[in-house]
């Protein structure tokens, strides 16, 4: 199970942190991360953390969010800076040990003025 938080209405230029919990295993999971989908696109990736670190973002997005995990918490998270309103979408946590295998329900994003 994966709970997420964080979202919510913000202006463009402003920033939200998007934290991301999961439970149901002992050992953690190898990967954790953030897809989005915003109103009539298909989801795509954001960010994606590995247990030790190593991270991958889709290259739109770098330099202004920046994933981190806490492996004791077993929570993600995800620091989105300098927000623009194409930036507007549901936000969806994901952990599995090799690929998103669970999904987090969504959390909301809404750049706007």
């Known amino acids: 199970q994966l709970q997420a938080s964080g979202g919510g209405l913000v202006q463009p230029g402003g920033s939200l942190r998007l934290s991301c919990t999961a439970s149901g295993s002992k050992s953690g999971f190898g990967t954790m991360g953030w897809y989005r989908q915003a109103p009539g696109k298909q989801r795509e990736l954001v960010a994606q953390?590995?247990?030790?670190?190593?991270?991958n973002y889709a290259d739109s997005l770098k330099g202004r969010f920046t994933i981190s995990r806490d492996n004791a918490e077993n929570t993600v998270y995800l620091q989105m800076n300098s927000l623009k309103p194409e930036d507007t979408a549901v936000y969806y946590c994901n952990a599995g040990d090799f690929y998103p295998r669970y999904w987090g329900q969504g959390t909301l994003v809404t750049v706007s003025s």
């Open positions: 953390i590995t247990r030790s670190g190593s991270t």
